[in-house]
């Protein structure tokens, strides 16, 4: 069946301009996350979405990071007015359980590029 | 604090050869960790896991450790093979609701043929 997917794949942008990402979790799956991997590191866990639930967001590095999931499906993830320390691969997942060992699904990311 | 390391970050091994990669972590009350492999351009792929209770598990070709008492986790790899090359990452949780996996920084395994 299809896995994560997310779109844009690349994205290169000018400092100071917002950016959308989107993510498409597996279907049927409840629980979906957003994580950050900059260059050469692990990942960084940045919000959590389950089911109606309010999410986690106690990952995002400031207030310039919001995330949205409509309808219990697609997320969308906003940076406004990115900075240059923005540019990283931003990694979307998704479990079918929210419990702790549920195993996480991840996409391809989007690499994006803050000039 | 929480933390999740490894050892050695990169590994060169040769084709055929059997490799191990280690993880360290530090938080006592994690009980669920996660071996995930990442190629270059992709998000990680799972590999295989292990619950506390257990110190050993088999999958195809690969088998996790783990050993409580020093807090250690290892992943190794029988017969390596080029397409094994790949950046490797533990994870760690606590579990029950707590849903936010915690990451090592990698090791690069090559495959040499």
């Known amino acids: 069946g299809a896995g994560v997917s997310q779109s844009p794949s690349n994205k290169v942008t000018e400092k100071g301009k917002d950016v959308e990402l989107r993510c498409d979790p597996i279907s049927g799956h409840t629980a979906l996350y957003w994580y950050r991997q900059s260059l050469g590191q692990g990942l960084e866990f940045l919000i959590y979405?389950?089911?109606?639930?309010?999410?986690?967001k106690s990952g995002l590095p400031s207030d310039r990071f919001s995330a949205e999931r409509t309808g219990g499906s697609v997320s969308t993830l906003t940076i406004q007015r990115t900075q240059q320390e923005d540019s990283a691969v931003y990694l979307c997942a998704s479990s079918l359980y929210s419990s702790g060992d549920g195993t996480q699904y991840f996409g391809p990311g989007t690499r994006l590029t803050v000039l | 604090g929480e933390s999740v390391g490894l050892h050695l970050p990169t590994l060169s091994v040769q084709e055929g050869d059997n490799s191990i990669i280690n993880c360290a972590y530090s938080n006592s009350a994690s009980d669920y960790f996660i071996w995930y492999k990442q190629e270059s351009g992709k998000g990680p792929q799972f590999i295989i896991d292990i619950r506390s209770n257990m110190d050993k598990r088999q999958g195809q070709r690969v088998t996790v450790l783990l050993n409580k008492t020093v807090k250690h986790l290892s992943l190794q790899i029988a017969a390596t093979q080029p397409g094994d090359s790949a950046v490797y990452f533990c994870a760690e949780n606590k579990g029950g609701s707590n849903y936010k996996l915690t990451f090592g920084k990698g090791t690069l395994l090559t495959v040499n043929p």
């Open positions: 979405f389950q089911g109606n639930s309010a999410p986690d």
